[in-house]
Nanobody, 127 residues
Framework: VQLQASGGGLVQPGDSLRLSCAASGHTDNYAMAWFRQVPGEKREFVAGIVWAGEITHYARSVRGRFTLSGEHTQNTVNLQMDNLKPEDAAVYLC??????????????????????WGQGTQVTVSS
């Protein structure tokens, strides 16, 4: 499975960006998600979707500002990021999971459950 992420860039606080991720190869995945990482810090969950029932989860820090959408048949997810803040700056990585122990936030938000990762796309928020 290969994941191709795109859409990052340099924006000012309050601006918007839309990230996209497409999975190719053997793509019978149960969930897809976005994480982000700043150098020297732990990988942080941003948003994820469980395809069965299209259950979405968001990190508290982005809830109300970010919107996750996707198309299971095409194995794509998009992350609409509005009202960006400087603390949103990071490398954003998309990931897929062939299975999760549960569909709850605690499972969807656990990086260790994901099997495949994209290369990441840089988001910089600066005035």
């Amino acid at each position: 499975v290969q994941l191709q992420a795109s859409g990052g860039g340099l924006v000012q606080p309050g601006d918007s960006l839309r990230l996209s991720c497409a999975a190719s190869g053997h793509t019978d995945n149960y969930a897809m998600a976005w994480f982000r990482q700043v150098p020297g810090e732990k990988r942080e969950f941003v948003a994820g979707i469980v395809w069965a029932g299209e259950i979405t989860h968001y990190a508290r820090s982005v809830r109300g500002r970010f919107t996750l959408s996707g198309e299971h048949t095409q194995n794509t997810v998009n992350l609409q990021m509005d009202n960006l803040k400087p603390e949103d700056a990071a490398v954003y990585l998309c990931a897929t999971a062939e299975a999760l122990p549960c569909a709850d936030y605690r499972c969807v938000a656990t990086a260790g459950f994901y099997n495949y990762w994209g290369q990441g796309t840089q988001v910089t928020v600066s005035s």
